[in-house]
């Protein structure tokens, strides 16, 4: 048996950020993983989606020559070199965090973990591990549904999905979450025939209804066909695709496309890690439990990122590795609060929301807030860059004028959330705004604009 101060099961953005801290902090660290460093969010998640994105974005300005004054002649729109692109992207990646946690003294395994006994680790290949702290970052994957049970052959889940160098004619996309709106955008801009059905009265439910609006507006002016409040009932093979029907609050309907993308939510990767043998206890979705330090219900034993459901983004996977070395060696850390969370979609226009939604800051803080909306059109930057679509809408505390919400649509809202994040965090007020001088011109006065006005 071999020892390790600490194993990692998994090595994606929570495993990784947790081994190199252990690492920092002179543990003898070992990751365990099954498949590729980088997990989910390097391989088949976060970053092959914004490349593709990326590219699409481009084709997206290339139809805008005569807009900004130029004409490109004999244009091929090539998506195979597109995936390419994104694959070379993902290599680059893996290789550098592979680098680094060679650089830093984390060994790495590739192979399969699951418990045998509290403090134990058995492996396909490897034989069996032994350590005094064990931190579990096995992440999720796509949930499936019984409805198309017997149509796996048909339909894709987002890692197919991703697979693909071609795009397909047409599909119709299960679920209007972040990964359904990506796939929606990226095969609307390359012409496929997109076909979303949402359950929700509403695309990207858990952000601000305004944005949903907009973004819905957006998706319906490259072709996207958009069918909210809409439940699939039946699936069935045909000989050109797959056939669904459908049914909203007052009629069925059916549709017909090539294949169908199913990103209807996730499940956590907590089964054969013989969790039973370790003794640590899931809530009802399955999830590991754990409390603010990332502690399972056995000391020692710690679980990270997606696989304990707290919120399944990657930079909180990060975030919460940080915290579960930071408490395995026994130095300050820090709370995660997460309502300072940002949360991201990289559809063209961005979304980016830090903090709660209109509707909730009226459930929490009734008739004691203000509500304040810039628009992208009157910003001089956003106007020069062609990138005049969008908003940022600000909620704040009548009282104490400290920010409640954030809610950008609009060009780099990835970037500009951060802002709002800090104010959030160090709970700067709106009246404290003024002592802040933004760059001029930039997409940031927005920001400044919008919370003068409080
Ligand atoms: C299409 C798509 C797009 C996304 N886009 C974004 C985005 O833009 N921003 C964002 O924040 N999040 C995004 N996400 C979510 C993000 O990928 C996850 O939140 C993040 O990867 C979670 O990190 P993790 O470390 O918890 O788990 P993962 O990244 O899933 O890593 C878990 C690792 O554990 C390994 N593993 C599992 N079981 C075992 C075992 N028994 N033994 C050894 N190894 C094991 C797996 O092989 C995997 O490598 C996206 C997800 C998808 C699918």
């Known amino acids: 048996m071999q020892r390790y101060d600490s194993i990692v099961i998994g090595g994606g ?8 801290r252990l690492a920092k902090n002179n543990k003898k660290t070992l990751i365990i993983e099954k498949s590729q460093i980088g997990g989910t969010c390097l391989n088949r998640g976060c970053i092959p989606t914004k490349a593709l994105l ?10 805008r020559g005569e807009e900004f004054g130029f004409t490109v002649a004999n244009t091929t729109i090539d998506y195979a070199a597109a995936h390419t692109r994104s694959r070379n992207i993902v290599l680059k990646l893996v290789k550098g965090a592979q680098k680094t946690l060679k650089s830093r003294g984390v060994d790495v395994i590739y192979d399969s973990a699951s418990f045998v006994a509290q403090k134990v680790l058995t492996t396909g290949k490897h034989g069996k591990f032994e350590a005094n702290d064990i931190v579990i970052a096995t992440g999720t994957r796509p949930i499936e549904l019984p409805i198309f049970a017997n149509l796996s052959s048909t339909i894709l889940y987002p890692d197919d999905a991703l697979a693909m160098t071609t795009v397909p004619k ?10 359904g709106i990506e796939f929606a955008y990226l095969w609307g801009i390359y012409g496929s025939e997109v076909t979303l059905v949402e359950m929700e009265n509403r695309i990207l439910p858990s952000f601000d209804a305004d944005v949903s609006a907009l973004i819905e507006k957006e998706l319906k ?4 066909s958009v069918y909210t409040g809409t439940k699939v009932e039946a699936a069935r093979k045909t000989k050109e695709g797959i056939n669904i029907t459908t049914a909203n609050e007052s009629d069925s309907s059916c549709f017909e496309a090539e294949t169908l993308l199913l990103s209807a ?4 990767n907590t089964y054969n890690l013989g969790l039973e043998q370790a003794g640590v206890l899931l809530n009802d979705g399955n999830y590991i439990k754990v409390n603010s330090e990332m502690l399972t219900n056995v000391p020692g034993i710690y679980a990270v ?4 459901g707290l919120l399944t983004l990657a930079h909180v996977a990060d975030a919460q590795g940080i915290v579960a070395a930071d408490s395995i060696c026994k130095i300050k850390t820090h709370t995660i609060n997460y309502l ?5 979609v990289y559809c063209n226009p961005e979304v980016a929301m830090v903090g709660k939604t209109e509707e909730q800051c009226i459930q929490s803080d009734g008739n004691n807030i203000e509500v304040s909306k810039r628009y992208f059109s009157a910003n001089g930057k956003a106007l020069g860059a062609g990138e005049s679509d969008g908003f940022i809408k600000m909620i704040v505390n009548k009282n104490s004028k400290e920010l409640l919400g954030a809610h950008i649509v609009g060009a780099h809202a990835s970037e500009l959330i951060t802002q709002c994040t800090l104010l959030m965090q160090y709970e700067i007020t709106a009246e404290e705004i003024d002592s802040i001088v933004f760059p001029h011109p930039s997409l940031s006065e927005i920001i400044m604009d919008s919370l003068k006005r409080f």
């Not at 929570?14 to 190199?20: F, N």
């Not at 990122?305 to 304990?308: A, I, K, L, M």
């Not at 300072?340 to 991201?344: E, G, L």
């Open 13 to 20: 953005p929570g495993g990784y950020a947790c081994a190199l």
């Open 265 to 268: 939510g996730i499940r956590p």
């Open 54 to 63: 990326g590219s699409a974005s481009a084709v997206h300005t290339l139809s």
């Open 170 to 179: 047409s599909v119709i996309i299960v679920g209007a979450g972040a990964i």
């Open 305 to 308: 990122g997606d696989v304990n």
């Open 340 to 344: 300072h969370i940002p949360k991201c």
């Open 221 to 224: 002016k490259i072709g996207v």
